[in-house]
């Protein structure tokens, strides 16, 4: 069999490969999936789509059956820390302490202002076989599950792989112009000697969690409603666990769930042990449950140390892995790709150099370290929260239940240990409610045009989102148009409209210049006015809000919904000096616009 020829080799289909799939082919860019296993994740792994990745499904039409599989954020905005949901003991069964989160309650109009769409919770294993329909719909034939990548060679022009067969064992030779490696870090980034390298701070390294997967009817005990319940337990250091729901109904009808053992805590893998394990954590010795998985996993906190080597790229876990808190994880590596789908389209359109490709890893690469610090860090705050709650490391064994008994104590004392740790528990919110994590991060070099103004304040505990048309940042979302016609500043740009030049209402001249640029540099460029008398309505003023340009200023937006230049205001030469932009975007020489 000769060898197939395709513009780009994705190897991994997990939830980045399949996401940069849908991308590619919304993108036009022809590819080809390959993923060893016979079919997509059994396990539940990541289950908090963040507002970014929701929007960016919405971009590309994969929210629906996400929105109809998932739970909305009523059914999931709380963390709650419990001591157990069952048990005769004084403080069994008790609330110890519960806050908003996710997006969830009285976070809810803020998310809302901030993007077209809420986070969701959907579980791997349910999100995959989404993804991989839709991928398989948009690319027939080319997404091939049960195939391997078993070697491959960078020829400076083109990547040689070989891809295996799993069922006949057949060897098929594909020569694609690039390689994007969503392998989980597993193969592809060794083979090239990229180093995955730890960061400091943070647990990570030597730390190896349990997870248990199981099946259970918790109805007449759960207190639903969070997106994670955190067990408290005074007798057992090693039985202050976590507890999620898996789906596929939510609330007091989960079937499924998802227990994590506290690091390094000596759980027994056999079923038998860890059946008892978790009714010890629950507090219900008569549960009745099917264990699935057991799985054992090691926390870490590593970046590639490149995200491209020649015709590769490393997206997802393949360049950073840390641990879950924030559910940064697979949210990054989507993102990852959406940044990359582009891009790519560009580059194999002939419209950028492959220089283009550059541009990924300096802007990706800061926010993958920067996530992999952030949920290191946060996630060494549940140890605060021990020592607030009298079960700190230092207290001895015997000393853990009267000193957590105190804590519910009804006297003054008891009433001030409660404010005391109240406080700490407070600050969590820097895992659960990252906003500023989520969709703050801004790409400072790259496919940008930078104007010199300073990124907006941040919140220390990054909870507090501030949107900002700065170069590099997200696009604000506002809703825009009349009622017949309401859009998000989100809908104009993308795979089929290209970039999108926002203009005030004044700002006439730059969309006849888009016109004209986008034809010199042969891109796609929508030029759409907003606010009074122009196309879109400026409903309620929220863009002039926000543009932080004057009605003859222009913002120019990425497919991906990043902004890559403004103007804050009119131009002599709007042509000359948006071309200029483009040319700095894309990385080619300025064309002259006579
Ligand atoms: C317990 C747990 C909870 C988590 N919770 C969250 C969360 O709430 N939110 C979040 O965002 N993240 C979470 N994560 C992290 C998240 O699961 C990962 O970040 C995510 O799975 C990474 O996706 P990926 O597609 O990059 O890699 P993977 O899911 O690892 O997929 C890589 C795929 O590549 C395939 N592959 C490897 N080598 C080859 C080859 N040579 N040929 C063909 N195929 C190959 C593999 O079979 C695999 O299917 C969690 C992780 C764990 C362990």
Redesign the pocket.
Known sequence: MGTVEVPVLI????????SASNFLSDHGVGHLL????PDT?EI?????L?QRTMEIFRQHGLDGEVVGQGAPVEMFGKVRWLTSLGGEGAVDGRVVYEMDGFGGGSLRDRYAAAGPILPYRLP?HRLEPVLRRHAEKRNPGRVLFG????AFSDEGDRVVAEIREAGTGRITTVAARYLIA???????GAALGVEMRYLPGGLAGSQQ?T?AFFTADMSAVWHEGAHITHFLNPYDPHLSCNLIEMGPRWGKECEEW?L?FPPNAPVQSDEESVVAKIRDVLGLPDLDLTLRHV?R?TVEAVLADRYRDGRVLL????AH?HI?TV???????IQDVHNLAWKLAAVLDGAAPDGLLDTYEAERRPVGRSNVEWAGSVASHHQSILNAVGLGPRVPAERRGPMFAAHFDPSPLGAARRARAAEIFRTHRGASEAHDMELGFAYEEGAVVPDGAPPPRREPLRDVYRPTTRPGHRLPHVWIGDDGRRLSTHDLAGAATGFVLLAGPDGAAWCEAAARVAERYSVTIRAVRIGDGAEFADTGGGWAAVRETTGEGAVLVRPDNHVAWRSIGGSEDPAGVLGHAVSRVLGVDARPMA
């Open positions: 190897v991994g289909g997990g939830g980045c490969g399949l390959v993923e060893r296993h994740s539940p792994k990541a289950h908090y963040n791997q195939h391997e990548l078993v969503a392998d989980g870090g597993r193969t592809v969690v997870t998802v994590h799985t996993w997206a997802g876990d393949a892995r879950p559910g940064l994880g697979l949210n990054g590596g």
